[in-house]
């Protein structure tokens, strides 16, 4: 809208002010500014102005505003709105160079350092973010909408991570965009980027034409839900800085973060006119001004619905660490003792090698493998068994705080109940999604909270507001799901667990405590109930298995809730009992090795098929569609070649030692795309056409060893032959093939 435009919309609002009384204009304006304001309004001279400060009419400046006044003959209006103004612009522009200084001031005094979470709490480490943020890695993020019930964060992160190109830092925020959404997963150190770009801002490096930067944190707005108006919310936050002034006319900058922590995200997502949220208003306003929102990917996908109409945004997610970052904080944070031991673990644990780039995981593991005297070889075998580890960790540091061992406080009964209370709290808010709460809502789960408080530090944190009261939060979203996790296994049934939608991101987890392995962390962690008896853990494990491959067929998601299935067999370290042979028994079986399996994934496939295949039965497929293979998957290859129906390879492999021990009822090789050697061929491909019954093979046009692949073919005894070679198809069966070389020898 150009200028010409904004006055002739203020001529419209002039000559109505001549037409009809404030109230009325009142009433017309009110579903642009809001009813609340508008009440405040007595006079005509006070709805220009607000209606021009709220800028809804796009007006850059006051002298636009007073020109039209005075072409339409109201004098008395533009004098006194001249005189208004003019006082306004001059006492802040008096002002504003202080309020940006004692910004900057502020945070290059509280955010150049951070506190890393450490144990115990109260001695943390400074992590220094002007030189520590460079090595965590942002790329693109993927801007498909993701189900929420069917997203779980931790596998999409570890797909993302097989295949990302880094974007430079200064990329990012040395353009100013109007909007930048930023995801990752829990501690993967968004709120390190967010502080280092606060730094980067007060020392004049980015963002150089916003006058104003704000940061907020949504687990502190939740306390403020009825706070009504950004200058509200400004002088609850930043009270001894902003003192009433009004940012209307400058530009400012938002930082929102932890979005995902928001307690009213589905009243801001879904813009609803029946709730009663005040501070939902808040963040909505705030959209009429340049933003940063940092969340869970999750929170972020859904904020996106109501972000669509800006063009001018970016949308990006945090990786963490790179190879040279794991290795600089092994580097720089562990004994030099022990740094072949941590480096030695990160690299045949496929758990811990796929989590080590989020900061907050590697950070731990690198403290539990050094401060362990032994570390069993399975100490980080599976996910639950990296997060136990990292729950008893705090346990020991928090709360016990002497040399006891786990062991030693774990058989005391108190110390029991002591474990499953904190996790009792934390299943009761996980489920309802709340990460801030207070002292009378952890009174509603342990009733003498108030009285033994203390005692729950270090796994709860206590926060105090501005206003003089406590708040408290769990000391990390990592931790609460896990207890969580832990509450759920001892005191719900199978049932239970499988309605409740927000469990499904835990029910790996929840089948890993049944694990049985006494060399495992988890044996403290699954005997918290007394009501609930060990031997019940083979059916509850059943039912959890069948109840997913049940869903498998049912519904629409048949891979996702598959690979469910495996990765909860995995956690669980199960066998193949004669139950668990029935319910596997009622679908064919079909292993893909591509560009998007996850090393955690092949991992959980390679102990699904071995114990598949020692219980004796056939895979039905095996298709390969990735030429560069890691240890994981040739060891995949290697197991399913024992015993498979069908194998189909979409491109060339490459490895020694991969030769199929058993007869393979179909074998298609389709590499019309690919050029390769006779060499190649015949080492890699051959050996599994010997074995085959029925054999279809689709060659490039370019390859010039076609008549030794004649001659090979012919001596083998096939059912069924196909072959496809530069765009005809030759050979239907073994006596065509047989025909054709003798016809050409004569």
């Known amino acids: 809208m150009d200028n010409e435009e904004h006055k002739d919309i203020l001529l419209k ?8 009384d404030v109230k009325a204009i009142k009433f017309y304006y009110a579903s642009k500014i809001g009813y609340a304001h508008l009440e405040k309004i007595k006079t005509s001279i006070e709805l220009i102005q607000t209606l021009e400060h709220r800028m809804v009419l796009g007006v850059d400046h006051y002298d636009a505003f007073v020109e039209v006044l005075n072409k339409i003959g109201r004098n008395d209006l533009a004098k006194h709105f001249s005189q208004t103004s003019s006082s306004k612009e001059s006492s802040s522009k008096k002002d504003i160079s202080e309020i940006c200084a004692a910004l900057k001031s502020f945070y290059l005094t509280n955010y150049v350092k951070i506190n890393e979470v450490q144990v115990p709490l109260k001695s943390p480490v400074n992590v220094d973010l002007m030189h520590k943020f460079v090595d965590l890695c942002i790329v693109d993020a993927v801007n498909t909408q993701i189900d929420a019930v069917f997203s779980v964060e931790r596998e999409d992160f570890l797909k993302k991570q097989m295949h990302y190109t880094p974007i430079p830092y200064n990329e990012i925020f040395m353009k100013e965009k109007s909007v930048t959404l930023i995801s990752g997963i829990a501690g993967i150190r968004k709120t390190w980027l967010l502080r280092k770009c606060l730094l980067d801002w007060s020392n004049g490096l980015i963002w150089k034409n916003v006058k104003l930067v704000f940061y907020l944190e949504c687990r502190r707005l939740n306390q403020y839900q009825n706070i009504s108006n950004i200058n509200e919310l400004l002088n609850v936050f930043y009270k001894d800085i902003v003192n009433d002034f009004d940012i209307s006319i400058y530009s400012v900058l938002f930082i929102i973060d932890g979005l995902d922590e928001f307690k009213y995200l589905n009243e801001l997502i879904n813009c609803s006119p029946s709730y009663n949220y005040p501070i939902v208003d808040v963040l909505t306003e705030i959209r009429k001004y340049k933003y940063v929102v940092a969340g869970r990917v999750y929170a972020i996908d859904q904020y996106q619905s109501i972000s669509t109409e800006d063009c001018d945004k970016i949308n990006i997610q945090i990786m963490g660490f790179n190879e040279d970052g794991i290795n600089s904080y092994i580097e720089n944070n562990v004994l030099e003792e022990k740094k072949d031991v941590v ?275 056939k895979l039905t497929a095996l298709i390969v569609y990735k030429n ?100 005809k198809y030759f050979f239907r069966n073994l006596d065509e093939l047989k025909n054709f070389i003798t016809q050409k020898k004569v």
């Open 13 to 20: 609002i002039a000559n109505n002010l001549l037409e009809k």
């Open 343 to 617: 480096k030695t673990t990160l690299k045949e644990s496929a758990i811990a090698k796929s989590m080590s780039s989020v900061p907050f995981y590697l950070s731990f593991m690198c403290r539990i493998i050094s401060n362990s005297k032994y570390l069993y070889k399975n100490s980080f075998l599976t996910m639950t068994d990296l997060y136990a580890n990292i729950f008893l960790h705090f346990l020991q540091k928090h709360i016990i705080k002497n040399n006891e061992s786990i062991f030693h406080f774990m058989k005391n009964n108190h110390n029991k109940v002591y474990v499953l209370n904190i996790c009792k709290i934390a299943y009761q808010l996980f489920v309802e999604n709340r990460v801030i709460f207070s002292n009378e809502d952890i009174q509603t789960f342990i009733i003498d909270f108030d009285k033994n408080e203390e005692t729950f530090f270090g796994f709860i944190e206590r926060i105090e507001t501005s206003l003089g009261e406590y708040i408290y939060q769990f000391a990390h979203l990592t931790i609460m799901e896990f207890c969580a996790s832990i509450y759920a296994y001892n005191c719900l049934s199978s049932e239970e667990i499988m309605t409740n939608e927000k469990l499904k991101s835990c029910l790996s987890m929840i089948c890993g405590l049944t694990n049985k392995n006494q060399n495992s962390s988890l044996k403290f962690l699954v005997n918290l109930n007394p009501l609930k008896k060990s031997c019940e853990d083979s059916l509850f494990l059943f039912s959890i298995f069948d109840r997913l491959l049940k869903l498998s067929r049912q519904s629409n998601f048949e891979t996702y809730y598959v690979n469910l299935f495996i990765e909860c067999f995995y956690e669980s370290q199960s066998s193949f009992t004669d139950k668990i042979k029935l319910i596997v028994d009622e679908r064919e079986w079909k292993i893909w090795i591509n560009n998007r399996k996850t090393l955690y994934e092949t991992s959980c496939e390679n102990y699904f098929v071995n114990h598949y295949i020692k219980s004796g039965r």
């Open 628 to 727: 560069i293979l890691s240890d994981e998957e040739k060891n995949l290859i290697i197991q399913c070649s024992t015993t498979v129906r069908f194998v189909n390879f979409l491109c060339p492999i490459k490895f020694e030692g991969c030769k199929p021990k058993d007869k393979i009822e179909v074998l298609v090789i389709d590499i019309l795309s690919y050029l390769i050697t006779k060499k190649d061929f015949e080492e890699n491909f051959l050996p599994w056409i010997i074995l085959c019954e029925e054999l279809s093979l689709s060659l490039h046009k370019e390859i010039d060893f076609i008549e030794e692949i004649y001659e090979w073919i012919r001596c083998l005894n096939l059912k069924r032959l196909f072959i496809e070679y530069r765009g």
